[in-house]
Nanobody, 127 residues
Framework: QVQLVESGGGLVQAGGSLRLSCAAS????????MGWFRQAPGKEREFVAA????????DYTDSVKGRFTISRDNAKNTVSLQLSSLKFEDTAVYYC????????????????????WGQGTEVTVSS
């Protein structure tokens, strides 16, 4: 059974930075696309970023491009999301997720493409 555990969330002022981490157990992540999603209060969960199995390719939703950076360390079985220039509207619970099938090249932004999810880590940005 794959378990994903996020950490690194917290309270930060607008303009600040945080680094979220996702640690996996029960399976190696090195063959899978990994994604980050977020759910703001009163809103549906949305795609934030994804990275391919080797770390050579990443995709971001427009609202975070240039501010967030996704990365992975396959040796440590972890995925990270660096959040910079944070805005109030970045306030949300952030989730990491593993893609259903290895070496997938499409549909990274769809929640249904992912089968394992972490419990989330909360990010609160004060204005």
């Amino acid at each position: 059974q794959v378990q994903l555990v996020e950490s690194g969330g917290g309270l930060v002022q607008a303009g600040g930075s945080l680094r979220l981490s996702c640690a996996a157990s029960g399976s190696t992540l090195s063959s899978y696309v990994m994604g980050w999603f977020r759910q703001a209060p009163g809103k549906e969960r949305e795609f934030v970023a994804a990275i391919n199995w080797s770390g050579s390719t990443a995709d971001y939703t427009d609202s975070v491009k240039g501010r967030f950076t996704i990365s992975r360390d396959n040796a440590k079985n972890t995925v990270s999301l660096q959040l910079s220039s944070l805005k109030f509207e970045d306030t949300a619970v952030y989730y990491c997720a593993r893609y259903r099938a290895p070496y997938s090249k499409t549909w990274w932004r769809l929640q249904g493409s992912y089968d394992y999810w972490g419990q989330g880590t909360e990010v609160t940005v004060s204005s």
